[in-house]
C-alpha cells in the first residue's frame, strides 16, 4: 500500500491512498523527514518514504505545470 502526503494538521498527516481516499496517519507514525507530496510506503510494519516513486511524481508533476504554463 502507498500513502501520498497531502497535508499536515498539527500532530496529523492526511495522506491520500492509491484508491484516492483520504486518511490521517499520527505525524509520529512517519518518517520525521517527510514532506507534502512524499510517497510513503509499509515496509516491515513501518512507513518509509519512497524515494524513487516520490521522484517519480514530482518529476510528473513538474512536466504537467510546464506544459500548463509553456501555453
Known sequence: ?????DRFEGE????ETEEGKMI????RSIPAKA????????????????????QQRRK??????NEVWDD
Open 1 to 5: 500500500m502507498k500513502y501520498i502526503i
Open 12 to 15: 496529523i498527516a492526511v495522506c
Open 24 to 27: 490521517e496517519i499520527d505525524k
Open 35 to 54: 514532506k507534502i507530496g512524499d510517497v510513503l510506503i509499509l515496509v516491515k510494519g513501518q512507513l518509509e518514504i519512497d524515494q524513487k516513486s516520490t
Open 60 to 65: 510528473e508533476i513538474k512536466k504537467l505545470m
